[in-house]
């Protein structure tokens, strides 16, 4: 069964950070974009951060950039996200999600992420 199973949410003061991970089981994370996708209640998903197979193209949101930061280990079929300073504006459920050609498309269940005093 492919599966993508996202790890790490919880309730943390404003300023303070979180790791996330998002872990590959059925299916290699080597050949194609892994990347991480949030929805705030109320509000359409986002796209928060991605990187590509060798990590030579990486992308940031505009709210995140110099924040957050998206590493994979392909050696353990495993993305993280490390999310500090955060914001109550970063509060939502983060997705994971692993696609490529047209057809390879998978999503991870989602973690909550709380930020609040």
């Known amino acids: 069964q492919l599966q993508l199973v996202e790890s790490g949410g919880g309730l943390v003061q404003p300023g303070g950070s979180l790791r996330l991970s998002c872990a590959a089981s059925?299916?290699?994370?080597?050949?194609?974009?892994i990347g991480w996708f949030r929805q705030a209640p109320g509000k359409e998903r986002e796209g928060v951060s991605c990187v590509d197979r060798t990590e030579s193209s990486i992308y940031y949101a505009n709210s995140v950039q110099g924040r957050f930061s998206i590493s994979r280990d392909n050696a353990k079929n495993t993305v993280y996200l490390q999310m500090n300073d955060l914001k109550p504006e970063d509060t939502g459920v983060y997705y994971c999600?692993?696609?490529?050609?047209?057809?390879?498309?998978?999503w991870g269940q989602g973690t909550q992420v709380t930020v609040s005093s």
């Open positions: 059925g299916f290699t994370l080597d050949y194609y974009t």
């Open positions: 999600r692993y696609w490529g050609v047209p057809g390879y498309d998978y």
